[in-house]
């Protein structure tokens, strides 16, 4: 006997049909002698719906109150789904954030969880029953409700399965899994039957959103075994566990690309200590993310690039910063006394995966020569112990995608 | 400076608009210098909205998870009233059941309140924050989510109102007040400006739905001054009060009736002790609600009707429990060796109630020399302290009606 949190997203409970469903599945799962508990999101739409509503009585809904009407959403699923799983024969309880009791901070719409009590969610599973968990919801200190932000029904489920010593948290999903790369770009793409969550967190971050990257880490931290898997099958998906040895045999795991950020290359700064913080203390101030970043001479130093004792500084913002980003890096530029800011939207970054890296030496390398192969421009590179990213001109992507995926064996029926 | 509860039904937070104004008045009351706590029931059709919702589910959804399901109608409606709030420039917190606490017992669907913190309230307005308090619902001993029944929010108020020691209630509502009697029947019924607590029980059970009766039974427990008023204008509505010196003036102060009764005849019951006992006692264990009951030989006695050392028992149900009933009342019937079972389903109550009669004579049979007079025929007389009921022909309802109205005086200007 084990005890299961399964994990039903949006789209998985976005109709009654869908809830009865999911319903069978979890009491399918109890038939086979687990414990089981279910995290619910929202029915899709509800949370736009709900959204919207508080949109229309003010631009600025307060964040405080905007929670209490998002965390509707779940409170209404993890109802109906307990009473469908009741009209099933079987039993089960709903539990809201703050019965269970998730203890968050205060920052509402994107709270953070700070503990989870069990003891709820035990005596209702000790009972024979399923316990059903609102997802993406929590508690405050003050007895407030608060929401975990978009996505939060994932950080929801593996905290809860931590807090509980689940023996696993299965997240059902509309994909079937992890894949070495995504299959839209690239139809040799697979699916990966077994992810290290250091992996995961590279791919997650880099754009393969299947799980949330706060999730993984969560599930990181307290080594809880992760599956993610179709809410439309009963195949078997990708499971995100701790590196075993048979994990790094393969060098690379997966190709990722992003195109959502721009480039920013600053030209002609002062070479000199504690210019590069002040440009980035600035930006960070501002609230924008920075990804990559590459300070060299060499980079993109055209006539009016670095001279003596000056120097170029490159990094990229995500596209949707960049508006609001430019008037204060311009700023900022003029004060350290740059040459020049340019622009560049134009890019998009790939990137390849794998802990088998850290062993095998010239991966680097390798992936530089099938990019040149193909002729590909790589204008900026930064590197992890387990990841390589290339920035290149985004008309490019897709080839560059199908390339490494090529390139790193990455094709080839298992 | 007063505290002051004001009480928004579903009408009155509608739409969005209408939100806004619940908003402005609120605010309104504010500015004169009070402190405000503001109960909101769900905007109209949402309640009907959720419940459907659920029965898609399962024909017979389980208490406790519809009210987890219902209860999110009240926490919408509440946290977007504090955003209106917020959005006139006012400051403003929803509470939710659990928040405030507003303790009930464990019956889900129609719990009762059994207590009421009122620090979450304090703290809120001490702040000079407008308190809006999500109607309805509650928590039981165990953390479950309750809720009061359809009308509850009417409850609420009063409790809240009771809990915090607040200078009156205010219930906003689509009517401007408490009539004398239906205005639809009676074009001369006029507003009454005050009413004791006992003569709104009477009425409101009565069928004059104003105001939820068990919220009138407790601001009388708690000496609470309730003022029923209209949301749409600033007029002053009906105050449902202590009773004073000058309400006894008035020897009836209104006068309702119900179309919603039949009358059941048992005939020829043996007249020993216990026999009535066991005909209602039957009766209550399934749940179907008696309202007049009335025991003599002389009723309703024709030829089958009761003969020497036999009685007839005539009685009133609800006329939506009586297709549930017949089975059951026909089977204690002939367990009780009745004669026969009459069922009568064309059938009103009316009544006159009013404070005065204690001290007046002659007001019943005044009120039958009224009916008489209209060449109406009374079926069935039952009398409280402050109240007369009589049964007669349901199409003689409106002209019983506007007879009494007249003939008790009220018609006249004040």
């Known amino acids: 006997m084990a005890l299961i949190v399964q ?36 029915m899709s739409g509800e949370t736009n719906r709900l959204l919207k509503l508080a949109h229309e009585v003010t631009q600025i ?11 509707t959403g779940e409170q209404v699923s993890a109802a109906l789904c ?23 901070d205060g920052a509402f719409t994107k709270a953070r969880i700070k503990a989870i009590e069990g003891s709820k969610i035990f005596s209702t599973v000790k009972k024979g029953a399923i316990a059903v968990v609102a997802g993406f919801q929590g508690v405050d200190e ?33 994909v079937d899994g992890v894949y070495t790369t995504d299959p839209n770009v690239c139809p040799s793409a697979r699916k990966i039957s077994k ?16 799980l949330q990257i706060r999730s993984v880490e969560i599930a990181m931290k307290y080594g809880v075994p992760v599956h993610v898997r179709s809410s439309f099958s009963d195949a078997e998906g990708t499971w995100v566990t701790k590196e075993d040895q048979s994990l790094e045999d393969v060098v690379v795991t997966g190709v990722a690309y992003d195109k959502n950020e721009a480039r920013v290359v600053v030209t002609g700064v002062e070479d000199k200590p504690g210019i590069v913080a002040e ?29 003596e004792g000056r120097t170029d500084v490159a990094f990229t913002v995500l596209k949707t910063d960049l508006a609001r980003a430019k008037p204060f890096i311009d700023e900022v530029a003029r004060s350290l006394e740059a040459t020049s800011v340019r622009y560049d939207e134009g890019i998009a970054k790939v990137s390849i995966v794998g802990l088998g890296m850290r062993s095998h030496a010239g991966v680097a390398a390798k992936m530089f020569r099938i990019l040149a ?19 290149v001109a985004d008309k490019y992507t897709e080839l560059a995608v199908r390339a490494l995926h090529d390139g790193f064996g990455l094709s080839d029926a298992v």
Do not use: W
Not at 18 to 31: D, E, F, P, Q
Not at 61 to 70: G, H, S
Not at 148 to 169: E, F, K
């Open 82 to 104: 307990a009473m469908a799983i009741q009209a099933e024969g079987g039993k089960a309880r709903s539990l809201l954030g703050h019965q269970v009791k998730i203890l968050t």
């Open 195 to 210: 992810i290290s969550y250091e992996e995961m967190l590279e791919l997650a971050s880099l754009g393969a959103k299947v």
């Open 373 to 391: 192969k193909e002729g590909i421009n790589i204008s900026a590179i930064s590197t992890s112990e387990i990841k390589v990213s290339c920035l």
């Open 7 to 42: 994990k039903f997203g949006g789209t998985s409970v976005g109709s009654i049909d869908r809830i009865r469903n999911v319903a069978r599945r979890a009491l399918a799962t109890a038939a086979q002698g687990h414990e089981v508990v279910v995290i619910v999101s929202a």
């Open 142 to 174: 003050n007895g407030d409700i608060t929401t975990l932000g978009r996505g939060g029904s994932d950080t929801t489920a593996v905290a809860v399965a931590a807090a509980i010593g689940a023996d696993a948290c299965e997240i059902f999903t509309d």
């Open 279 to 307: 440009l980035f203390g600035a930006i960070a101030e501002k609230n924008v993310s920075v990804d990559m970043i590459i300070q060299s001479p060499a980079i993109a130093s055209g006539p009016n690039g670095a001279g």
């Open 61 to 71: 809904p307060d964040a405080r109150e905007m929670d209490v009407i998002a965390a």
